[in-house]
């Protein structure tokens, strides 16, 4: 059954980012609210979770560029509070909105900020050449970063962030209104940092990015609820997973909400996903249940569960009741 | 050392990116001195000469009209209207045909004969009041020739020789300025003028921009200090301002003729302070304003509106209200201008003018040293 979150005590040094009891408010609003986290050294380390929930706040916090509230937190071992000096040459901070000036070019920015964090001067020519053939960049180099896809905008964000070889990278949102193609390819790139041995925490509302992570957390509330590795998540929702599709999907979900086994069921786009976790074989079960409140042209079929139903179903309130008492989710 | 040299030079070479990518800007703070000065110089006159006036000469005698002569032959007065009363004198002014009113009365050659002291009633239009200050100043002047002439032609009767009794002439002179053209006294004042608009709206706004593009956090998470930031932003506008110095004097030069009589190094300094000053100024700014906007409309309340017109450089300050005297002092504007008009056309060194040199350096050390802990306090933590 799904042991609460607790990491294995790990080596001291071990953790990129180790944050103990990390609050923040601003007035009366509590954006972070007293949270644990662990990022090993080399993860690809997603932050999931709704607007809202504090994402950026930690994420600031840990780039140096907030103060917390109260608690601690240590990037490297060294606070990010009393030791920035000691954090900022090893982390890369891309914030969530784009922050390059407009009116240069993409090689003007790069250079720019290359050179306020102190890459040389022949460094700078090279990386920023190897960066942007990378990214595909390259053709672009001349180019006002305000007359930049947002796409590319990213890329240069990511790029720029990468120069002078940070450790350890913190990105706030960097696929956020960025198109699938794009978006597959910014991953790609991520995928080569972690290959490379860099550590990377991203912050994403999308799901179905946190399968090409190798830990997760999820966030709401300004606390983490749910973490670990994507399959040790998945783990935690107990049952298999079908998909019904009806004529009446609205109608469908209502009669296999009141089927006994049933544990949870979503509507995802005109399709119902349904998390079983009764005795028996569900498919005929379902579909005997739907024509027999006349449902039409029902088809059910069992898939393999995806981050968006797990944390649909980890989210509900009434699931989420049910996971803190391990004797009924066993039942 | 030198990573911090690197880094102000990396916003250095930024700064004047952004300035060459702006036409707005660039308009802003090298086209637009020069039509401001074309504009102070040729259409703004505070020049009095050829004011109409009209004369009355109730007394209608050879002294009377010697007496008015003067008058005809002065460049400063266009005797337009010879009146014959007094109602004559409301209708120039109504119409604004005339601006000054001579008026002699009956009785005036009688009483100068018999020693007596006679009167002239000189009436000013005071609508206008550079133009009345100036014409009651010569009609003064004028009465005061006239009586030396007149004791001079007296002692003569009597055989003395004044001269000989070491008794001066009196001559009437404007110093520094002799023709008394406005543009010798605009020009030194329009210069500060725009150094202040140039460094406190441009200081104001640029470090704003930072936040506002969120480029800020960017440069916090780099080993820059702020005190490199500030230095890095200050200096290309530093070099603006001069550049909009060295502009208007030459062009003062060549278009109008004005001198530099004092040495070009006390303008030099002078500048220099007072940049700081503005610089501090708009830094301070910058630390408080939550927008651009807001930037900006500070900017033009506190540098532009001052340096306008609490400076010296519009109206005279010993002319306004004195509460409007007091704020002049809050602000470092009227130093600059005193220093910019002596050095100008008083030929004026460090030395005559060491009590605004000393205040603008007060106010430069304490702006810079208020904004620099303001902005120091880092604000989005």
């Known amino acids: 059954m799904p042991a609460l979150p607790t990491t294995p005590a790990p080596p001291p040094g071990a953790d990129a980012i180790r944050a103990r009891g990390l609050r923040r408010t601003f007035g009366d609003t509590v954006a972070v609210d007293g949270l644990d986290l662990d990022v090993p050294t080399g993860a690809v380390f997603g932050l999931l979770g709704p607007d809202g929930a504090g994402k950026s706040t930690l994420i600031r916090m840990l780039a140096t560029v907030l103060a917390p509230t109260a608690g601690e937190a240590t990037v490297f071992g060294h606070s990010v509070v009393t030791e920035r000096d000691a954090v900022t040459p090893r982390i890369g901070y891309m914030s969530q909105r784009f922050s390059m000036y407009p009116d240069l070019s993409v090689a003007e920015n790069m250079e720019f900020f290359a050179t306020i964090r102190g890459v040389g001067r022949a460094d700078r020519r090279t990386r920023a050449r190897q960066l942007l053939e990378g990214m595909g960049l390259d053709e672009f180099t001349t180019r006002q970063a305000q007359f930049l896809s947002g796409g590319m905008k990213q890329k240069l964000m990511l790029a720029t962030t990468l120069m002078h070889r940070p450790d350890l990278l913190l990105l706030d949102e960097p696929t956020t209104g960025v198109d699938p193609v794009s978006r597959r390819e910014f991953w790609r790139i991520l995928a080569g940092l972690h290959a490379d041995g860099r550590t990377v925490l991203v912050a994403t509302p999308y799901m179905d990015e946190a399968e090409r992570c190798t830990h997760i957390a999820f966030l709401d509330g300004g606390r983490i609820r749910q973490h670990g590795t994507p399959d040790e998540i998945k783990a935690k929702v107990p049952g298999r997973l079908l998909e019904v599709t009806a004529a009446d999907p609205r109608a469908a979900m209502a009669v296999v909400d009141g089927v006994a086994g049933v544990t949870s069921a979503h509507l995802l786009g005109d399709v119902v996903r349904v998390l079983w976790d009764g005795a028996g074989d569900p498919a005929p079960t379902l579909a005997s249940a739907l024509a027999a409140a006349g449902v039409r042209d029902v088809g059910v079929r069992p898939v393999a569960p995806d981050m968006e139903t797990v944390f649909a179903y980890l989210a509900d309130p009434s699931t989420r009741a049910a996971d803190a008492e391990p004797e009924v989710a066993a039942s | ?381």
């Not at chain 2, 102000?8 to 020069?34: S, W």
């Not at chain 2, 009095?48 to 002065?74: C, F, G, H, M, Q």
């Not at chain 2, 209708?91 to 005036?108: L, P």
């Not at chain 2, 940049?275 to 304003?289: E, H, P, Q, R, W």
């Open chain 2, 1 to 381: 050392m030198s990573g911090a040299l690197v880094r102000m030079g990396a916003i250095v070479r930024k700064e004047f990116r952004h300035l060459g990518r702006d036409p707005r800007m660039l308009l802003a703070v090298v086209i637009t001195p020069v039509i401001q000065l074309l504009l102070f110089a040729y259409a703004i006159s505070f020049d009095v000469e050829n004011v109409p006036t009209i004369v009355i000469d109730l007394d209608r005698t050879p002294t009377s009209r010697s007496y008015l002569e003067k008058y005809e032959a002065s460049p400063f007065f266009e005797v337009v209207e010879h009146g014959s009363t007094l109602a004559d004198v409301d209708d120039a002014f109504d119409h604004n045909t005339a601006r000054v009113a001579v008026v002699i009365s009956a009785g005036f050659a009688r009483t100068l004969d018999g020693g007596g002291q006679a009167q002239v009633a000189v009436l000013v239009d005071g609508s206008e009041p550079t133009a009345a200050k100036v014409a009651q100043t010569y009609s003064v002047a004028l009465n005061q020739l006239y009586t030396q002439q007149l004791t001079r032609a007296w002692a003569d009767a009597q055989g003395l020789d004044l001269s000989s009794l070491g008794m001066l002439e009196p001559r009437v002179r404007t110093w520094y300025n002799p023709e008394r053209r406005s543009s010798d006294f605009l020009i030194p004042g329009l210069m500060v003028v725009i150094i202040a608009i140039v460094t406190v709206q441009q200081t104001a706004v640029t470090l704003v921009r930072e936040r506002d593009l969120g480029t800020q956090e960017q440069l916090e998470v780099s080993p820059m200090r702020r005190i490199e930031l500030m230095v890095g932003k200050l200096l290309p506008w530093t070099l603006i301002a001069f550049l909009d110095v060295v502009m208007i004097t030459l062009l003062g030069r060549a278009l109008f003729g004005i001198p530099l009589r004092g040495q070009p190094v006390a303008l030099a300094l002078g500048a220099a302070l007072f940049v700081f000053a503005s610089l501090g100024m708009g830094l301070l700014i910058s630390a408080i304003a939550p927008s651009m906007d807001t930037a900006n409309i500070i900017a033009l309340l506190i540098a532009f509106l001052p340096s306008f017109l609490l400076s010296g450089f519009a109206f005279d300050l010993a002319q306004v209200p004195i509460v409007l005297q007091w704020l002049a002092y809050a602000f470092p504007a009227q130093y600059m201008v005193t220093i910019s008009r002596a050095v100008f056309l008083k030929g004026a060194g460090v030395a005559d003018l060491w009590p605004e040199f000393a205040a603008l350096a007060a106010y430069a050390a304490v702006m810079l040293g208020i904004s620099s802990l303001l902005y120091g306090r880092r604000s989005s933590r």
